[in-house]
């Protein structure tokens, strides 16, 4: 259930129960509005989702549409830790033309609130959303939700070349891969972030800092950065991604007999992954998914009762955030 908190300043642990644990507000008004995001704690340039539920109690359908008695909105305010307005990207506009919510039906909108706001600076940002429609009579708005951004520690960089799409071969491109430390959420997690002199082209949650064991990473002929993770003392995550951030390995794999680790081939320069068996999911690692939701959960779910579950401040982006395949593959 999605829902928006009130957030003051308490104690740290306080306040990462209130976010986590969110509710509806309790309105006595026609329409209700929550807001809820996945975790408390982002990285710089990383997609930040946000989960509005609007509940309708005015007793009839409400449609949002082109005709002036359909007319309605949401709007978000955002606001820095000096209560300074961040600004909205230019072009870019939210629309809920076409959106149905029955009367008593609570509605889930999972908007991606990094296309519509400029979330540039690392800091503290307070935000809450506000519903309104031509046929209930006042504006609705949630409680705020804080929200941290952070660029995290560099832990290892690798600048590589690309051949030039133009066909040019004495045109050649750079791309930066690096792995980032970020702290958050009661946890550090490691990011891989991939970028040039222009552009960041992704920002990938790829695991948490565990002090028992260490990562590896290496680049191959292809400029495709290869990751095994520590997930457990004897268990790996295995990611492949290429130089646009997509992901092109997701695989799991724990000691036995033999290590898992990576080879890079001195003279073709190929990555391998050696050693180790195929691990199973609910057996050897957890499943990184277990009692989360999707974005597609959230916004196919009906959802008719507005009490929060213990689970329900995790929406798990992860799958969506890390496409299969780049454009130039497709």
């Not at 005709?67 to 820095?80: A, H, I, K, S, T």
Request: proline share 5%; with cysteine; aromatic share 10%.
């Amino acid at each position: 259930m999605c829902g928006g908190v009130i957030v003051k300043r308490f104690s740290k642990m306080l306040l990462l129960t209130v976010v986590l644990f969110a509710v509806i507000i309790p309105v006595s008004a026609q329409l209700s509005v929550g807001l809820r995001f996945n975790r408390t704690s982002y990285m710089l340039y990383e997609h930040i989702y946000a989960c509005v539920a609007i509940r309708n109690d005015s007793g009839k359908p409400l449609m949002f549409g082109e005709r002036p008695e359909l007319q309605g909105f949401v709007l978000f305010d955002v606001r820095d830790s000096r209560g300074r307005l961040v600004p909205r990207r230019s072009g870019e506009e939210f629309s809920v033309k076409g959106l149905f919510i029955g009367p008593g039906e609570i509605k889930n909108l999972v908007i991606p609130l990094d296309k519509y706001y400029e979330f540039s600076k690392d800091g503290t940002y307070y935000i809450h959303t506000y519903v309104s429609h031509n046929n209930v009579p006042r504006e609705y708005r949630s409680r705020d939700v804080l929200i941290r951004i952070s660029s995290g520690a560099v832990v290892w960089q690798k600048v590589v070349g690309l051949p030039s799409r133009t066909g040019e071969e004495r045109s050649m491109v750079e791309r930066t891969y690096s792995i980032n430390k970020v702290e958050g959420d009661g946890a550090k997690h490691y990011y891989l972030r991939v970028e040039d002199d222009g552009k960041v082209y992704a920002v990938t949650r790829i695991g948490l800092v565990l002090s028992h064991s260490k990562f590896e990473a290496e680049v191959d002929m292809l400029s495709r950065i290869h990751l095994l993770m520590p997930v457990a003392p004897r268990v790996f995550h295995y990611m492949a991604f290429n130089a646009d951030g997509m992901l092109l390995e997701d695989t799991y794999w724990k000691t036995s007999g033999t290590v898992p680790m990576l080879h890079r081939d001195p003279k073709r320069g190929k990555v391998t992954r050696l050693g180790g068996v195929a691990a199973k999911k609910g057996v050897d690692y957890a499943d990184p998914k277990s009692g989360s939701l999707t974005v597609s959960d959230l916004n196919e779910r009906n959802i008719s009762n507005p009490v929060p579950r213990k689970d329900s401040g995790l929406v798990d982006l992860g799958k969506d955030l890390m496409p299969r395949k780049s454009h130039d593959e497709e």
